[in-house]
T-cell receptor, first 114, second 113 residues
Framework: DAGVIQSPRHEVTEMGQEVTLRCKPI?????LFWYRQTMMRGLELLIY????????DSGMPEDRFSAKMPNASFSTLKIQPSEPRDSAVYFC????????????FGPGTRLTVL | AQSVAQPEDQVNVAEGNPLTVKCTYS??????LFWYVQYPNRGLQFLLK??????LVKGSYGFEAEFNKSQTSFHLKKPSALVSDSALYFC???????????FGKGTRLSVIA
């Protein structure tokens, strides 16, 4: 398996623009997680899905952030409009449906909002 | 709610010396404990986990971790550090049910040649 795939790997955009980050989880994994990593705040869980259904989005910072999972093999995280403070590395992770299974992380998308 | 603490932001060790990266946790039930490593510009990679059984868990790249229930700790160890072990290390915990992992803030390990 290719592991968790994220695109793009790097994104540079201007404040106010819409940004869409993409994730393909590992086939057969029932859970998908979106995280954000910054120097100041560390690794933050934004939202997670189980069988394509959002379970907990309490970590989503503002209404500017939205996430969807239209099918088992694809998820998006959208920021509209983007702001400079959204600059961070965004990670997607997936896991199988069991409490003792580890989460597998993608390589991340480094977002820079100018 | 579960939580995990990594008391050291930075750990420095000489190559060839043993290393320890500390982690303590808090959960309401029996913990599931994990260690991850992050190399520069990469995602987090799973190293090892404790679910049940033997308190000493062996993982990738020669790392091991010791689960201590009385001290609520899960310290990561390696008998002989390599320069290539230099990275950011995260401890994580999960309580009962398939809730997301709760991560610590990370400890930056620097192995000096």
């Amino acid at each position: 398996d290719a592991g968790v795939i994220q695109s793009p790997r790097h994104e540079v955009t201007e404040m106010g623009q819409e940004v869409t980050l993409r994730c393909k989880p590992i086939s057969g994994h029932d859970y998908l997680f979106w995280y954000r990593q910054t120097m100041m705040r560390g690794l933050e869980l934004l939202i997670y899905f189980n069988n394509n259904v959002p379970i907990d989005d309490s970590g989503m910072p503002e209404d500017r952030f939205s996430a969807k999972m239209p099918n088992a093999s694809f998820s998006t995280l959208k920021i509209q409009p983007s702001e400079p403070r959204d600059s961070a590395v965004y990670f997607c992770a997936s896991s199988m449906d069991s409490s003792y299974n580890e989460q597998f992380f993608g390589p991340g998308t480094r977002l820079t909002v100018l | 709610a579960q939580s995990v603490a990594q008391p050291e932001d930075q750990v420095n060790v000489a190559e060839g010396n043993p290393l320890t990266v500390k982690c303590t946790y808090s959960v309401s039930g029996n913990p599931y404990l994990f260690w991850y490593v992050q190399y520069p510009n990469r995602g987090l990679q799973f190293l090892l986990k404790y679910i049940t059984g033997d308190n000493l868990v062996k993982g990738s790249y020669g790392f091991e971790a010791e689960f201590n229930k009385s001290q609520t700790s899960f310290h990561l160890k390696k008998p002989s550090a390599l320069v290539s072990d230099s990275a950011l290390y995260f401890c994580a915990v999960r309580d009962v049910g398939n809730t997301p992992l709760v991560f610590g803030k990370g400890t930056r390990l620097s192995v000096i040649a």
